[in-house]
């Protein structure tokens, strides 16, 4: 589904990404791991088209996309999330979903919600949606609060809920577990491993969170100083020399 090949991005003298290849297939989950400064957010940059590559390719079905901007690219269904929580807070959590459902094809809302235009029975398929992928990320109670007013750990699953409103293909989240406690993150782990095939074809995944990763991935490419330092399932990197030694620190 996305292929990137020798994926490279400097800024000046910064080597940020540097020869970067790997793809997600559908139906998986595949994680990009690394220490700060390695690269990762930069190759959502890169493949969503926030940035224009120095060499390489981003290919999509087959297709080049390289430096497609970042509305195509979510049009091709390429949805990410960004490391800084982006709902907007003084919506309900229901209000974001349903918004972001609207949107999907449409000019943006600014004064009204719904439009008077609109018909009762696209007004009940988003309605009805919404509250399923809101039940899904657990805020099913949660329906009616400002987005502001939400935890740090719902608001995270809400951008999740946000994002999937989209009806991606490929769903990329970025740092998802930030800021979330060890229940948190283990919920959103099973929560992530139950969206490919159902509400997404498949994630690519940049997480600190190595519990999560290693539950969720199906593919693992870690990356050092802009470089793929190894690739493999989370059993091959739990015991990946180079990685213990350059990445996890092995005593
Ligand atoms: P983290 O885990 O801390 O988010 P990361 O792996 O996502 O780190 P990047 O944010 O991709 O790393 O940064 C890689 C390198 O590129 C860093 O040295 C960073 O300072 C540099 N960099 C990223 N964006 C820019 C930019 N717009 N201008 C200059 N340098 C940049």
């Not at 595949?30 to 220490?35: F, K, Q, R």
């Given at each position: ?16 990404v ?11 989950i ?8 390695a ?20 290919l ?27 709902v ?92 979330l ?18 509400w ?31 690739t ?5 990197i ?14």
């Open positions: 589904m996305l292929e990137v090949k020798s994926l490279s991005k400097s800024f000046g003298g910064i080597h940020a540097q020869d970067i290849d790997f793809s997600v297939a559908k139906g998986s595949v994680s990009l791991i690394g220490p700060n400064g690269g990762k957010t930069t190759c959502f940059n890169l493949i969503t088209g926030f940035y224009r590559p120095t060499r390489g390719q981003v999509w079905d087959g297709a080049d996309v390289t430096a497609t901007n970042p509305h195509s690219m979510a049009r091709l269904g390429v949805i990410r999330t960004f490391q800084k929580t982006n907007l807070r003084n919506l309900t959590a229901f209000e974001n979903v349903a918004h972001a459902q609207y949107l999907k094809g449409r000019t943006p809302l600014w004064r009204t919600f719904w439009p008077s235009s609109e018909t009762a029975a696209v007004k009940k398929e988003i309605s009805e949606s919404s509250f399923a992928i809101l039940e899904l990320m657990g805020l099913g109670k949660r329906l009616h609060v400002e987005a502001g007013a939400l935890s740090c750990g719902e608001l995270r699953l809400l951008e999740v809920g946000v994002a999937i409103a989209a009806k991606p293909r490929l769903l990329m989240l970025d740092e998802p577990a930030a800021g406690n060890t229940r948190e993150a283990e919920g959103l782990a099973e929560l992530l491993s139950a969206l490919p095939g159902k997404v074809d498949s994630i690519l995944l940049v997480e600190h969170n190595m519990n999560l990763i290693m539950k969720v991935s199906d593919n693992i490419v870690v990356m050092n100083f802009g470089k793929k330092l190894a493999g399932t989370p059993a091959e739990q015991h990946n020399e180079q990685v213990l030694e350059a990445y996890m620190g092995k005593a």
